[in-house]
């Protein structure tokens, strides 16, 4: 690092060679023009032997690079080169990781937006057969369950997360933390079956609840909030604490009005993810919440509809003609999306706006 | 008001790092103490144990005696197993190396933040006097009072040092530790800050570590010096004496060496 900043040596240099030696450079145009080249000619190839399109990119990337590469070192010189190899390679890495997402994105959309009308939002599955119905019951079924499991984690997860941050010590911290490894890595449907297996116990065999759903997602949900709450309590200094303490302050009020105020930002933040890694939860609400065709918002009374399991219901259980049932299941899949989108900007908004700024 | 503070034997543990080790002195009512001492050697660590607030640090332990003298001649053991540290850094208010304001309080809020966080109630016009003689005192005034509602974070380097100098006086503790409270700031500051230290101590007592050997001689009382034998040895004070004859002729060799800049 110091060398870095350090002058250069003061060296006597006869005036006129005292320049840097020109270097002939390829145009930035000129690259993209060989690399395109090289694809549409990998195209060709991949076409007159008769392969399908993976095929085509494949041969076209490879060509491409090639190109780029041989004119580079032949103009340019090694290091360029090398440095223009690896620039490449990055960029088709990058293409290969964004084509299933595209993709994903194209498909849902495309199928999704068929059924993506008013109908799909005001109105239940109650007495459809065939065309018309939608998705209002799963979408409000949704929230509620969410919210309730929300309501269930977030106080256990950051109360957890403070107690190791601020409290924990020796053996029972280094059991805890396991223990939240251990559920991070707890498969979902074993999360719905434990749900309902203790709703079970109380309501008999076959039971199905909202806050059972709730419940098992809230066994999902409380290890990504507890070890995303801790990271972000971690990142509050030391300083601030002890400035807190040398006044006095009891390590409680610190917590609550220091600790947690600083961090605010980032726990809204760690909330934020959670939910939007349970929202579309669907084998543990397969098993303990089911689904109904009418509008049920008491998850304390009996089935409800959610919109994975919906989903899933319109796909597998179409009906005849099963057109209409599979395109609510893709809209209730686009819809399901944007949820998750929509929590993922809210988690962004929530670290900018509560962030402490230190504007002049 | 002013007590005063006799350590005894006091040995200041990082886990099983001994960092200081045998310390006994007396810290005189109604005066200011200066420590010196190369870096590293524990004035920090010493400091931090007259507040109790070595013991924050995970791991950390002290061992010896601190015992805290009213003027009323009432005794406390600060390591006294009925006494509470959160009574003891309420009358032992400290101002860090490094500053340290609240990030999410506004420059108001910090200078209130002693009692606001220790949940005093207290009507808008007396805090807002307090904040004012607070900053007034500390010299920051001038420069904030027409943003007090903007962030404590916002400051440059030595108005948050002088934030946090005026947050500590604000909830008037009865001894005040400064640590390095001054190598951030400039000369005109660090004049004021010497001036409120001379008023403080009227009433005050209070203990200072400093680099700054001008600065020791110009404020302080007595001085003591903290020396190190080697690296990975405990620190321990050489000597404390007046700092008149820590300056001209200390007991200790070492003293004079370091004093007058010569060691090594
Ligand atoms: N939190 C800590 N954990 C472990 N060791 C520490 C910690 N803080 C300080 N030490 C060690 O204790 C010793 C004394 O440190 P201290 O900060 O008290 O020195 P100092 O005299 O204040 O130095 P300076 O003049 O540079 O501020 C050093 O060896 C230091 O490495
Ligand atoms: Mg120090």
């Known amino acids: ?360 | 008001m002013a007590p005063r503070i006799d350590v005894t034997d006091l040995d200041l543990y990082y886990g099983s790092f001994l960092a200081v080790q045998g310390v006994t002195l007396s810290i005189e009512p109604r005066s200011i103490t200066a420590l010196i001492g190369p870096s590293g050697c524990g004035k920090s660590t010493f400091l931090r144990a007259l507040n109790r607030l070595h013991e924050v640090v995970p791991g950390a332990r002290v061992e010896g005696k601190v015992v805290l003298e009213g003027s009323s001649g009432q005794v406390v053991d600060l390591y006294g197993s009925d006494v509470d540290p959160v009574d003891v850094r309420r009358r032992i208010g400290m101002v860090f190396q490094r500053p340290n304001p609240f990030p999410t309080m506004s420059v108001y809020d910090n200078v209130a933040a002693g009692l606001r966080l220790n949940g005093a109630r207290m009507n808008r016009s007396a805090l807002d006097d307090l904040v004012e003689r607070s900053l007034r005192a500390a010299n920051l005034w001038t420069e904030v009072k027409d943003r007090l509602d903007r962030p404590g974070g916002g400051l440059s380097g030595g108005q948050q040092q002088r934030l946090c100098i005026a947050r500590a006086i604000a909830v008037e503790p009865e001894v005040l530790l400064m640590d390095e409270p001054c190598s951030a700031l400039d000369p005109i500051s660090t004049l004021a800050i010497e001036d409120l230290m001379t008023e403080l101590k009227e009433h005050f007592t209070i203990v200072i570590v400093t680099h700054n050997m001008q600065q020791a001689a110009r404020v302080s009382e007595s001085t003591g010096f903290f020396n190190l034998a080697g690296p990975g040895r405990p620190g321990h004070l050489v000597e404390i004496n007046p700092t008149g004859k820590i300056f001209s002729n200390p007991d200790n060799r070492a003293t004079e060496d370091y004093v007058s800049g010569r060691f090594g």
């Open chain 1, 1 to 360: 690092m110091s060398t870095a900043i350090r002058p250069a040596p003061v060296i006597d240099i006869p005036t006129g060679t005292r320049q840097l030696p020109t270097r002939r450079r390829l145009r930035r145009s000129s690259t993209a023009g060989l690399y395109l080249a090289g694809l549409l000619a990998g195209g060709a190839l991949a076409a007159l032997s008769g392969s399908g399109i993976v095929l085509a990119a494949g041969y076209g990337a490879v060509l491409g690079t090639v190109a780029v590469y041989v004119v580079s070192r032949s103009v340019e010189g090694r290091r360029t080169a090398t440095d223009r190899l690896v620039t490449c390679v990055v960029v088709a890495a990058f293409g290969i990781a964004m084509v299933p997402l595209v993709w994903l994105l194209w498909t849902v959309v495309s199928k999704g937006a068929r059924r993506l009308d008013g109908t799909f939002f005001d109105s239940s599955m109650l007495g459809i057969v065939g065309p018309g119905g939608g998705g209002y019951h799963a979408v409000l079924g949704t929230v509620v369950i969410t919210a309730l499991a929300a309501v269930i984690s977030v106080p256990i997860g950051l109360l957890t997360a403070i107690y190791l941050v601020e409290y924990g010590t020796g053996r029972l911290k280094a059991a805890i933390t396991f223990l939240v490894d251990t559920m991070t890595g707890i498969p979902s449907i074993v999360a719905g079956l434990f749900a309902y297996a203790l709703f079970a116990v109380f309501f008999g065999p076959g039971v199905r609840l909202g806050v059972a759903g709730a419940v098992a997602l809230s066994v999902l949900m409380i290890p990504v909030v507890v070890r995303s709450a801790e990271e972000v309590l971690k990142l509050v200094p030391a300083e601030l604490r002890e400035a807190s303490y040398a006044l006095g302050v009891p390590k409680w009020r610190t917590i609550v009005k220091v600790v947690v105020p600083t961090s605010i930002a980032g726990l809204g933040t760690a909330v934020m993810l959670a939910l939007a890694r349970v929202v579309g939860e669907t084998a543990p609400l397969l098993v303990t919440v089911g689904i109904t065709n009418g509008t049920n918002l008491n998850p304390f009374d009996g089935r409800m509809a959610t919109l994975p399991v919906f989903a899933y219901y319109q796909l597998t259980q179409p009906g005849f003609p099963p057109g209409f049932a599979i395109d609510r299941a893709w809209t209730a899949a686009l819809v399901l999306i944007a949820l998750v989108m929509a929590l993922d900007l809210a988690a962004r908004l929530i670290g900018r706006c509560f962030a402490p700024s230190t504007r002049r």
